[in-house]
């Protein structure tokens, strides 16, 4: 059985078990993960989907995923969302409440909701992380990943002064080498010219594989999104039919602000089973689909 057919069966499948039990010993056996002692059958299992359940290459993404966390302390260190209510609230960002046709989950950030006077770029990078760390836990979207809107309208110099070529370094880490979610898509609409520099920065730290995955459809993005996504996931203001775009922003908010305890535990304790935390049920299967439709 390869890889894909492993993904696809269910996290307590006894075909599993031999993968798990190979990557936590692997794990526990790595000098820089010594001051860890647990590592929960559903933690490594994100990192084994995201690898094909290839040991070696899941425990050097597990490894990797550490040492970001260590090396970015102003960003995985407060994982709450009431921190940065304010940005929330502006209708910055949400996950859409349907899959796109493959099952990925579709994201959707508005830059210009992001006032760089009043909020930093770690701060923005948070709200991601965040996000992030709850739809890892969803076994549908081990299984598919993720795509991404990026709505670039409003972009402005405030934005680009916030992003360094270190930060540049540590959001390229994430998508491609860091986190233990696939990203099957970026989609930029809306983009200016002078948002090249700033793209320029990150693109050389990409695999090739993720620049391949990266569209730009600039102010005529009704006719190009399309191609990529049904008309029925997309909210109105990006050529859909789904609801509107504050509507699905507000309701992520509201997920995220349900999900402060869990979020927090991670923070403190990212190998860890959450599974018997009292929060635990807004991760799971049954509760995605009472919330949000799967399509």
Sequence with gaps: MNGPQLSELPDDSEQLEPFVSSLRRRALQASELSGVRTFSDG??????????????????????????????????????????????????????????????????????????????????????????EIISMETQTQRRGLKAIFDLQGWSLGHAWQINPSLARKISSVLSDSFPLKVRGIHLVNEPMFFRPVFAMIRPFLPDKIKQRIHMHGADFHDTLSDFFSPDILPPEYGGEGPGIEEVCQDWTNQLLQSEKLLQQIAAHPTADIASTPDSSLISEEAQTEQFSQG
């Excluded at 921190?83 to 994201?107: E, F, N």
């Excluded at 830059?111 to 991601?128: C, E, L, M, T, Y």
Aim: net charge positive.
């Design 43 to 132: 933690f490594l299992i994100k990192f084994l989907r995201a690898r094909d359940f290839d040991v070696e290459l899941s425990l050097k993404l597990l490894l990797n995923y550490q040492r970001w966390r260590r090396e970015s302390p102003e960003i995985s260190g407060c994982l709450s969302p009431s921190s940065v209510l304010g940005l929330l609230s502006t209708s910055y960002h949400a996950v859409l409440p349907q899959r796109d046709h493959s099952g990925s989950r579709v994201l959707v950030y508005r830059i210009g909701q992001w006032n760089p006077k009043d909020w930093s770029a770690f701060q923005v990078f948070r709200i991601s992380l965040m996000t992030s």
